[in-house]
């Protein structure tokens, strides 16, 4: 039996899965999650066999969480199951420790079956990513400013895009307020930007946030 974890902010969508799994004898499921930061926090903790990760959640992307957590937990096998795809966010997932991807309109069984092979050792891409996967093999990806950022950088950047004052982030990333201030500098400069708008408007464009990722 392998220990799973499930990374979901959509509520109904979480407890379906969990339901789903709970019935399958294969798994057993150890923690759920709906934002990135509890998501590091129990991945960490639970050192899960498996993670269901959703691609965007508040506070920390699928990305970001992964960087996070792979480098300390290299076994965990990982399938992303997200409404979101393209090129960008389909190479950055599987560069930074994604096994699988299974887009959610596919359906459960699809859902399924990529969990079973990710599970089991393999790679698996649910029918509209793998069309995706000629061009993130040959693509140079995102613009590659975005590649020179840190971990934290994206992490504030997020935040920053979510519309988050510089108080409410300092707080949330238990830093000091001029701390997010240099690395918002830091991000302007990285990224040739001069404003807030900027940065939420190249956060969006990158598939680091969406037009609706909630606060």
């Known amino acids: 039996m392998k220990s799973l974890v499930i990374i979901e902010d959509q509520t109904a969508i979480r407890e379906l899965i969990a339901e789903i799994l709970k019935l399958d004898p294969e798994y057993q499921l150890v923690g759920e999650a709906g934002d990135g930061q509890a998501a590091v926090q129990l991945c960490l903790e639970k050192k899960p066999d498996v993670c269901v990760l959703d691609a965007k959640l508040p506070g920390l992307n699928g990305v970001d969480i992964l960087r996070r957590v792979v480098p300390k937990h290299p076994d965990m096998r990982v399938l992303v199951f ?5 090129p960008v966010l389909v190479r950055e997932m599987l560069e930074a420790g994604a096994h699988g991807f299974v887009e959610k309109t596919a359906g459960l069984i699809e859902f399924k079956r990529g969990l079973e092979t ?7 891409f649910g029918p509209g990513v793998a069309s995706l996967l000629r061009t993130v093999l040959t693509s140079t990806g995102a613009d590659a400013s975005a590649s020179s950022l840190t971990v934290r950088e994206r992490e504030i950047l997020q935040l920053v895009a979510e ?16 701390t997010v201030d240099n690395h918002r500098t830091n991000l302007m400069r990285k990224l040739n930007l001069h404003d807030i708008a900027g940065l939420t408007r190249y956060a969006l464009e990158q598939g680091i946030v969406t037009a609706s990722s909630p606060r």
């Not at 997200?82 to 393209?86: L, M, P, Q």
């Not at 519309?163 to 001029?178: C, G, N, P, Q, V």
Request: glycine share 10%; proline share 0%.
């Open 163 to 178: 519309s988050h004052s510089t108080k409410e982030i300092a707080a949330k990333l238990e830093i000091s307020a001029k």
């Open 82 to 86: 997200s409404g979101h795809e393209s």
């Open 118 to 124: 990710v599970a089991r050792g393999g790679t698996y």
